[in-house]
């Protein structure tokens, strides 16, 4: 997977280019100005560490070549430590999503947004093609259930 980091204007500050992600995809994410601002300092810092990149990957190991499947566990458990995310259960790259998925739904449910009108913009965000695929991120967390039955009960039982 590589990734670059663009300007184009967006709400969020950003747009992250993914390229070759699973099922060799390529596909744009809006990202909010701080995570933009972050993935620039990182660029400079890379690229200061290593002029001539031994890979193309965006992350680089300190050794400049992409990051394995270990020191990116590693890396990201640090980045979570340091975030303050480290509760005592162990955080996976893929819980962001689903975690994102269920925020991003309960956000809507807070704005009375239809909901149902808004999945395959979650599906593109995710980068899925089909509903199905996305269905597996949403997890009905007690918050997110109870915003829905009270929509539910307040709209006469339509959610």
Known sequence: MALSVRSLTSPWG??????????????LVPVHTTTLAALRT???HRDAAFPVPRDSAFF???RGNRLSSTGLSLAFGAACKLAGLDSGKTLRPH???HRFAVTRLAAWHQDKADVQAFLPLLATYLGH???SDTAYYVTGTAELLGMAADRAF???GVS
């Open 129 to 131: 093609a089909r509903y």
């Open 154 to 156: 307040a709209d006469g």
């Open 60 to 62: 680089l190991s300190s």
């Open 14 to 27: 950003g747009i992250l280019h993914i390229r070759k992600t699973k099922f060799r995809k390529d596909r």
């Open 42 to 44: 990182y660029a400079r």
């Open 95 to 97: 819980d962001l999503r």
